[in-house]
């Protein structure tokens, strides 16, 4: 059965730091480029980072360059998001999908940045 889990997210104080992470099952998870997206309130969803196949390129939201890192580890079909220096601005709903996005969206996990 084809499915994304999001989890890790939470509330943390400005300058705060969380480590996401994206379980994939139900496809070959090698054969994807995997993105982490974000959907503020109010706001639509947007691309935060790609990652390539294996990790050769990546590619981020111009906001988040210096602070957030994507990383993928295949043998456990998990794509990861280390966000440091948060923002509140970066408070919204964390998803992960394909770069296309290709796959139904799973339930996403909560970032809340506020002190």
């Known amino acids: 059965q084809l499915q994304l889990v999001e989890s890790g997210g939470g509330l943390v104080q400005p300058g705060g730091s969380l480590r996401l992470s994206c379980v994939a099952s139900g496809f070959t998870f090698t054969s994807y480029r995997m993105s982490w997206y974000r959907q503020a309130p109010g706001k639509g969803r947007e691309l935060v980072a790609t990652i390539t196949r294996y990790g050769v390129d990546i590619d981020y939201l111009d906001s988040v360059k210096g602070r957030f890192t994507i990383s993928r580890a295949n043998a456990k079909n998990t794509v990861y998001l280390q966000a440091n220096s948060l923002k509140p601005e970066d408070t919204a709903v964390y998803y992960c999908?394909?770069?296309?996005?290709?796959?139904?969206w799973g339930q996403g996990t909560q970032v809340t940045v506020s002190s």
């Open positions: 999908n394909t770069d296309s996005p290709t796959f139904p």
